[in-house]
């Protein structure tokens, strides 16, 4: 949709809620848009938000995925390690703490919440907004999660959890291998359902809040 038409539409609104631009805080009316449009700021031609109905249908079951992709991820071994003559199995949380033992608590730390703590807990928070929303209900302390996903997803980005798991696999290269198993697939498929995700804005399950009559 051209700028201008898009703007046109945000303008005209249908509904009272206001959108600001995020360049040149230019305020329209929320406008309802077709599928797959998307409007666009008059003044700077930036985008302002877009039909979000599609993404949102889709988060519950995308979520849930990616929690059983997680718990997958990390329940198989996805290095194999030789400490003290053993040979070991070990998942990302046990090579988290093998470089914690090998004096890298910094990357240890860093690659734990990287790959462990902000994905699963973005993940967790979703769980808590969505499973109440299919059922039309507000969450209690709804707008705090929002802002806590919208705080937490810099660092929940599937740029930051790659670099994570590659740091951790280059870290420990001396004294591990990776094992091509269920885990590294599982991560591989986590990564792609991470990037179907993140690209839905949180901030838009307000007006999916607000669009959620009894049925
Ligand atoms: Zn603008």
Not at 51 to 68: E, H, V
Not at 105 to 122: D, K, S, W
Not at 160 to 167: C, H, R, S
Request: hydrophobic letters at 50%; one cysteine or more; a neutral charge.
């Amino acid at each position: 949709m051209p700028p201008s038409a898009a703007a046109e539409l945000a303008a005209s609104g249908t509904t009272n809620a206001l959108v600001a631009c995020h360049y040149c805080d230019a305020l329209y009316q929320r406008a309802a848009l077709a599928p797959g449009e998307r409007a666009c700021c008059l003044r700077c031609g930036s985008p302002l938000y877009q039909d979000s109905r599609r993404a949102y249908r889709r988060q519950l079951p995308l979520t849930l995925t990616a929690l059983i992709l997680f718990l997958i991820s990390n329940a198989y071994p996805i290095v194999a390690m030789d400490l003290q003559g053993v040979r070991t199995h070990t998942t990302l949380l046990g090579a988290v703490e093998a470089l914690y033992a090998d004096h890298m608590e910094l990357v240890a730390f860093l690659v734990f919440a990287t790959t462990i703590l902000f994905p699963l807990t973005e993940l967790l928070m979703m769980c808590y907004l969505l499973v109440p929303m299919t059922r039309h209900r507000m969450p209690a302390g709804f707008e705090r999660i929002v802002r806590g996903i919208c705080q937490t997803r810099p660092w929940g980005m599937i740029e930051v959890f790659m670099i994570g798991v590659l740091v951790t696999l280059v870290k420990l290269s001396s004294m591990a291998e990776v094992l091509p198993g269920v885990a590294l697939w599982s991560f591989g498929a986590l990564v792609v359902v991470l990037a179907a995700l993140l690209s839905f804005d949180p901030r838009d399950l307000w007006q999916h809040l607000d669009e959620a009559p009894a049925p």
